[in-house]
């Protein structure tokens, strides 16, 4: 699968499984993954699953502006990088967000998270 394809099929199913329960990203992250988010540093999936399970909001609904990807070293990774916007459920207006994620194979063939790093965009 072309890298461009690979990284628009990841962002599709993080985004609408973040959306529909965060709990259920745990399998896309690894013990030695880290997630990034405003600043403060995760490590491992269970603790970042914790930290997203623990945002203070239940519902809410990504919507993409941009994807961008690039082949990451021998190994066969690959970075993503993504924009867009953030409707949380009884807010007016969308917060925009960034948000860089370094894929990594597994032996199966399929990539897992091993960097993420979040962040609002305050205008």
Do not use: W
């Not at 403060?40 to 919507?63: A, E």
């Not at 190994?75 to 949380?88: H, P, Y």
């Amino acid at each position: 699968m072309d890298p461009d394809a690979l990284s628009k099929a990841f962002v599709e199913h993080y985004y609408s499984t973040f959306d529909a329960g965060r709990a259920g990203l745990a399998n896309l992250y690894q013990e030695g993954s880290m997630l990034t988010f405003e600043g403060q540093k995760i490590q491992g999936s269970q603790n970042i699953v914790n930290k997203l399970t623990s945002l203070p909001f239940q519902q809410c609904k990504h919507s993409i502006t941009t994807v961008d990807c690039q082949p990451s070293g021998p190994a066969g990774g690959m970075l993503v990088f993504v924009s867009g916007n953030l409707q949380l459920a009884g807010e007016q207006h969308a917060l925009k967000f960034s948000q860089m994620f370094h894929l990594m194979p597994t032996p199966q063939g399929s990539f897992y998270v091993y960097n993420d790093i979040f962040r609002l965009n305050y205008a």
